[in-house]
């Protein structure tokens, strides 16, 4: 089949950068806020740069005719699985809590949590 | 024992050949395991594949084996014994687990997640763990926090990603077989980079309890071998029902190896047109050409389809993948486990701190993707969008699989391309993982395999199944591996 099959001649990807409007560096302060991640301002500016790139080349979805179709969360089609509420073995306190970055005996320390 | 005075054939030997050489009495878990830890020792300074290598551990791991194997205690199994790797996002108890992340440097998991208690419970010996692009984001390991790895056939390149360590182990003989996580082509597309097999299974097939979750309707574990059969066995051990992940499947298991040698006579072969993008490499298309030509003179019907939504498959991807990563990823907070800082005022404080030191690029890059995507105004048009247009990628695979039994198309674009020559455009390193993408979009089962070489590096060719088809692809997959010698080919390494 591959003399006469026109697939392997490559085509075009639907990738090109179409227009949308660019993020402004006050988008990403709201998503960097959103995120609880601090940025450089330096950081910010690539990052505002690259997503409007990226979104770009999102933005050819918006021409698929979607108009009452069923979103999938995702692809086993089981419903909410319940089980029995027993007792199970739990881990061990102290392997859990070797992990933390300040301990306090039992407890895990954090800074302040109100202003 | 049987010395080894030239241990290539040891190192790539498959497991099955190594079982082998198990029951004959001809080499033991402990000296194979030896010879791996000694392998490891002198090539990983070229390869940085391991994060973690664990030899105290595996030679004790190895000795309880070959109590096994001599028959006392539990029967052994396919892979007692035998010397794998795990990649560094399985949470291995008493074991350091990264991610290949900054921010987990240090993290000791409290236990095991459950593939990885699988593999013990069948004997296998756990090596260390893989190298990766960190939280599996990236098709290059560029992105680990730990250094790149390194293609054991041109270690100038890239061995893909995201499980480019357990790739280029496996590769380059540092371990039999290893198990890794595909969310968009982790597994598949470094496997077709380094010449092995790598398969990601029917979604919720495998367990994902333990495993670091980055997109987790599209996470999904599976093994990477450098047979087919290897790949069946490993299949067999790992996948399960399990409670403690409520999207595994509770179907009965096949024997994943039951059909390796059925051949392809009379199957129905798909190729959809679409795959084959701008920009594919002409070696990557005379390679799958011929690919084409071998499967259709083993007796398979070979025809051309279209699947049009394809070509939207990145963008729904590079959607749902940041969107579920966002939310997964906030439970890094640097309060409980991995870097946290005292250095602030308040406690949010010291989180933003905490998570934009301990982050790397990619990954703030694609949570920031995600929480845009999601967040008030953009929700439905990004999010919601693409969800739907999934349901509609998933029917046009249904319908595909109406016709064909498998589909097949080049597993990557190209072949291993040079360290640093894709990472200041992250779309183009996107781009890599364009043939893998649609496959976990409608949660299928699909296996590469190596199929041909391309300006001496390695090409693979990719089997797509329907749901639980899992029996089909390797089916497939093993009779292409018997009719060629590709999967024979190892770099001097």
Redesign the interface.
């Known amino acids: 089949?591959?003399a006469q099959?026109?697939?392997?001649?490559?085509?075009?990807?639907?990738?090109s950068r179409e227009t949308m409007d660019p993020?402004t560096p006050k988008?990403?302060e709201?998503?960097?806020q959103?995120?609880?991640?601090?940025?450089s301002d330096e950081?910010s500016e690539d990052?505002r740069v690259?997503?409007t790139?990226?979104?770009g080349?999102?933005a050819?979805?918006?021409t698929?005719e979607?108009d009452g179709?069923?979103?999938?969360?995702?692809?086993?089609d089981?419903n909410?699985?319940m089980?029995k509420d027993e007792p199970q073995p739990p881990?061990?306190q102290d392997?859990?809590l070797?992990?933390?970055?300040?301990r306090d005996g039992e407890f895990?320390r954090?800074?302040?949590?109100?202003? | 024992m049987t010395t080894h005075s030239t241990n290539s054939d040891l190192y790539f030997a498959t497991a099955r050949e190594l079982r082998t050489k198990f029951d004959g009495r001809e080499l033991s878990s402990v000296e194979a395991t030896r010879a791996m830890l000694d392998r490891i020792s002198s090539l990983e300074p070229n390869l940085n594949s391991f994060i973690t290598v664990t030899p105290e551990r595996a030679l004790k791991d190895a000795e309880a084996a070959d109590r096994r194997l001599q028959g006392s205690g539990q029967e052994a199994g396919p892979l007692t014994g035998v010397p794998i790797m795990i990649k560094d996002n399985f949470s291995t108890k008493d074991v350091e687990t990264t991610a290949a992340s900054n921010i987990l440097k240090g993290y000791i998991p409290p236990y095991d997640g459950t593939a990885v208690r699988l593999l013990k419970e069948a004997g296998a010996v756990i090596l260390g763990k893989g190298n990766l692009d960190e939280f599996a984001m990236g098709s290059s390991n560029e992105s680990s926090a730990f250094g790149p790895v390194h293609n054991p056939w041109d270690t100038d390149r890239v061995p893909g990603g995201s499980s480019g360590g357990a790739a280029a182990a496996v590769a380059a003989g540092e371990c039999f077989i290893a198990f890794g996580s595909d969310t968009g082509g982790s597994i598949r597309q470094p496997a077709s980079l380094c010449g092995i097999v790598g398969m990601k299974p029917t979604y919720g097939l495998v367990s994902r309890f333990g495993l670091l979750a980055f997109g987790s309707s599209l996470d999904q574990i599976g093994p990477l071998t450098r047979s087919v059969a290897d790949c069946a066995d490993a299949l067999n051990v790992i996948s399960n029902h399990d409670h403690r992940d409520s999207t595994s499947v509770a179907a009965p298991f096949d024997d994943f190896a039951q059909d390796i040698d059925a051949g392809v006579a009379g199957m129905n072969i798909g190729v959809p047109k679409e795959y084959m993008v701008d920009g594919m490499e002409p070696g990557v298309l005379s390679a799958f050409e011929a690919s084409l030509k071998i499967l259709e003179d083993l007796g398979a019907n070979i025809s051309e389809t279209s699947l049009p939504l394809t070509d939207h498959a990145l963008a729904v991807y590079y959607i749902i993948a940041p969107s579920e990563a966002s939310a997964n990823l906030s439970r890094y907070d640097g309060v409980k486990y991995g870097l946290g800082t005292l250095n602030a005022d308040t406690s949010a404080q010291a989180t933003e701190i905490a998570r934009g030191e301990g982050f790397g690029d990619e990954v703030k890059r694609r949570i920031f993707l995600g929480t845009y995507a999601l967040s008030a105004g953009y929700y439905d048009a990004y999010y919601k969008k693409a969800q739907q247009v999934r349901t509609l990628i998933r029917r046009e695979f249904t319908d595909a699989f109406l016709k064909f039994d498998a589909l097949v198309t080049p597993t990557s674009p190209g072949v291993a391309f040079k360290i640093g020559e894709k990472m200041d455009d992250p779309f183009q390193m996107y781009m890599n993982d364009v043939c893998t993408i649609p496959v976990n979009i409608a949660g299928l089962p699909s296996i590469s395999v190596p199929g041909g070489i391309s300006e001496d590096l390695p090409v693979g060719l990719q089997f797509i199944g329907p749901q639980f088809g899992d029996t089909t692809v390797i089916r497939g997959a093993a009779a292409y591996e018997q009719a060629t010698n590709w999967h024979q080919k190892h770099p001097l390494i």
């Not at chain 1, 099959?5 to 990738?15: D, H, K, N, Y």
């Not at chain 1, 959103?34 to 940025?39: F, G, N, T, V, W």
């Not at chain 1, 954090?110 to 202003?115: D, G, I, K």
């Open positions: 089949m591959q099959s026109p697939l392997l001649s490559g085509r075009v990807a639907r990738t993020l988008d990403v709201h998503i960097a959103l995120a609880y991640i601090k940025l950081e990052m690259q997503l790139n990226i979104l080349h999102f050819s979805l918006s698929v979607t179709v069923e979103p999938t969360g995702h692809t086993t089981s909410t699985v089980r881990l061990d392997d859990v070797r992990n933390a970055p300040d895990v954090v800074r302040p949590v109100l202003e």
